[in-house]
């Protein structure tokens, strides 16, 4: 008779991938039965892959405008050192912020300027070019602590790289925050006047920490532009944590200057007491436009959209204040 042969084919096992086993842990004692077999299963793997590791330093809630320093460089390897690290962000719709010095560093630090979630990731390659069988992840909720909140960025399609920095480097929208006792020019023609650029009522580019509450500097009773940016993006943000009680405040956007890269698409997010109550995102805006956004009534807290009297967003074309002439 003829033997039979079969020919096994042993499944091909990659650095990291899990290979099943069984085994049988036997327990010897002096009671009735004096052995006892215990089935095990497990996996292990062939060869170990490195481990990414990923601490965060502020911790996993912070405000906008908080730095993070991202801690990559307690990952580890088998045996070994870890020779690579490649960093990636999972950021809010709008943001376009970068790692610092770069994605490929240990330890690199990230700013945090648009409220949301912001869920980062770790991978690393060990001396022999192994990269880790899964990377890490940490996630980090951006949360404004302020009553009123207002968050602006924008997008704008023609210029080629909005993270870029420098002299016009990207468009220059410009949010104001205004305060009910503005007065001022009637730019936009509607016989009453605009409110914006007032100093000290319009919170904005030239007056970022006006004194509109107590003059005692311990209550924090008065608004704060956190960054002007004038290259591109955003965000730009304005807080206040004391807000008075029958006020209503106003929001507004004006295209400072295009840098010829043309139109803009403008987001503005509205927070009270950390809750998202308003956006408006991709609103068209191009050079020179002043849109009045909306009203935030206080101590409500209700936002109100302002619109013309065709019911379309309020936008002035080519504003230009006598004091703050947009430039040519």
Not at 85 to 110: H, I, K, M, N, R
Not at 207 to 233: E, F
Not at 268 to 280: A, C, E, G, K, N
Request: hydrophobic share 35%.
């Amino acid at each position: 008779a003829a033997d039979l042969c079969q020919e096994v084919h042993e499944p091909t096992v990659g650095v990291g991938d899990p290979v099943p086993d069984l085994g049988k842990i036997v327990i010897a004692s002096d009671a009735f039965n004096s052995e006892l077999g215990v089935e095990i299963r497990g996996f292990g793997v062939e060869v170990e892959c490195p481990t990414a590791v990923i601490v965060v330093q502020e911790g996993e809630e912070v405000i906008p405008q908080t730095k993070l320093h991202l801690i990559g460089s307690q990952s580890y390897a088998a045996g070994g050192s870890i020779s690579k690290y490649e960093w990636s962000v999972q950021q809010p719709v709008g943001s376009q912020l970068v790692f610092l010095p770069s994605s490929s560093a240990p330890d690199p630090t990230f700013e945090v300027n648009v409220a949301g979630s912001y869920v980062f990731k770790l991978r690393v390659w060990d001396q022999n070019n192994e990269e880790s069988c899964f990377p890490a992840e940490y996630t980090v909720f951006v949360n404004p602590d302020e009553a009123i909140h207002v968050e602006l960025l924008w997008h704008t399609p023609l210029d080629p790289d909005e993270t870029d920095e420098g002299p016009e480097a990207g468009a220059d929208l410009d949010l104001h925050f205004l305060h009910p006792f503005a007065t001022g020019e009637d730019v936009d023609g509607d016989g009453a006047p605009d409110g914006w650029f007032d100093q000290p009522f319009d919170c904005f580019w030239f007056n970022p920490h006006p004194n509109w509450g107590s003059l005692d500097p311990a209550k924090d009773d008065d608004p704060g532009l956190d960054l002007d940016d004038t290259d591109g993006a955003g965000p730009e943000n304005v807080n206040l944590n004391q807000p008075q009680d029958g006020m209503t405040y106003k929001v507004g956007v004006h295209y400072w200057n295009d840098h010829d890269f043309g139109p803009s698409l403008a987001t503005v997010r509205i927070y009270i007491y950390s809750s998202l109550v308003f956006q408006l995102s991709d609103v068209e805006l191009v050079n020179q436009d002043m849109w009045e956004v909306a009203d935030i009534a206080w101590p409500s807290g209700e936002v109100t959209l302002n619109t013309d009297l065709g019911g379309s967003y309020k936008i002035t074309p080519s504003y230009s204040h006598p004091f703050f002439p947009a430039p040519e």
